[in-house]
């Protein structure tokens, strides 16, 4: 039998001692929290593929990268031919497309490639019309289709649609604004081929998830805090334990998203999500927002859009403002940096 750890020996000695059992569960429960706040990467969260198959656990991850790449070796597949992860949903639903910040029982939901296809698309108006997204590993994803618009017309062209190629450049390995800034560049009149990958949409394999998967210590530990804390996974950086959002943070997060999408045509919860972390460290004056954003991200697409930085910081103090009980967030200093 393994040894335990000191500190567990230590408190079940105080047990024998006669120590009450509930406060003895309460001291084991925050030596685990002790625990996963040094190392995230002891977290366990369950996963399945969404098309159809066994309930598993994906562990021992740190960033978005690792994640697919540790998801790719727990349910066997490639990990290039991961297109995306849904939260709690097995439906190609882009709106539960996994962020940043995971919740200590939320369900991954792993959807892979299926049919390619290719579409010709004639550029009549400046906008085709689609919201991008990505999957913060290298696939770039039509989030949505808007109606009435140029892609609205080729049916073809559907939410969760990976954009593989266009006239022929690939387009594998690029953020969202990038292939945005492609379709944009495309002059008004012409036909261009945009080759797309959609999900595999296969369901018969699913099952309750009460009757499939091992249950582990990581991921009884996971559900132990569950509605406590979260996991914030960054692109290029570590994992780290943090607070459950407040409502601050989900109203500020979608809002900065709908302004990403509003002026880039891009829509990205972990991306809205730093910049709202930056706006808490750099709410006392725009200019070192301002600075903090262009320093962070390196976009130019948002670094040289002055209206877009200026919608950013009204709309982030008008939501400061509009909740009397919120402390000064310019004294929170406990948002890690990222950088995109």
């Not at 500190?7 to 996963?36: I, P, S, T």
């Not at 991954?108 to 010709?120: C, M, Q």
């Not at 018969?204 to 996991?231: E, F, M, Y």
Request: glycine share 6%; net charge neutral; with cysteine.
């Amino acid at each position: 039998m393994p040894k335990l750890p000191k500190k567990l020996r230590n408190l079940f000695k105080k047990k024998k001692k006669g120590v009450d059992a509930a406060d003895y569960e309460q001291m084991v429960e925050r030596h685990q929290v002790e625990e996963v706040l040094k190392d995230p990467t002891k977290l366990a969260f369950r996963v399945q593929l969404a098309h159809g198959s066994p309930t598993t656990n994906v562990s021992n991850f740190a960033n978005i990268a690792q994640l697919y790449d540790r998801l790719g070796t727990v349910l066997n597949v490639s990990e290039s031919s991961i297109l995306f992860c849904t939260i709690n949903n097995y439906a190609v639903d882009m709106e539960c497309l996994i962020g940043g910040t995971i919740n200590m029982d939320d369900f991954i939901y792993v959807h892979i490639a299926g049919k390619t296809k290719e579409v010709t698309v004639n550029k009549s108006e400046a906008a085709i019309g689609i919201t991008i997204t990505d999957n913060g590993n290298g696939k770039a994803l039509v989030k949505r289709v808007k109606p009435e618009s140029v892609a609205s017309k080729h049916k073809e062209i559907m939410p969760g649609d990976h954009i593989h190629s266009i006239n022929g450049e690939s387009m594998v390995g690029s953020r969202h604004y990038e292939v945005a800034k492609v379709l944009k560049s495309l002059p008004v009149g012409v036909n261009f081929k945009v080759v797309l990958i959609e999900p595999r949409k296969e369901f018969d394999q699913i099952a309750p998830r009460s009757q499939l998967g091992k249950t582990t210590a990581a991921s009884n530990l996971a559900r132990t805090l569950s509605g406590r804390v979260s996991l914030r996974l960054r692109r290029d950086g570590n994992a780290a334990v943090t607070d459950m959002p407040s409502d601050f943070d989900l109203r500020a997060t979608k809002e900065v998203d709908d302004l990403l999408e509003n002026y880039l045509g891009i829509r990205d919860s972990e991306m809205a999500t730093s910049i709202v972390e930056v706006y808490k460290e750099k709410s006392s004056h725009m200019a070192d927002f301002a600075e903090s954003l262009k320093t962070k991200f390196l976009v130019d697409l948002i670094s040289e859009n002055e209206k877009l930085l200026y919608s950013l910081w009204s709309k982030l103090g008008e939501i400061k403002r509009s909740n009397p009980t919120l402390a000064d967030l310019s004294q929170k200093q406990n948002f890690e940096d990222e950088s995109d």
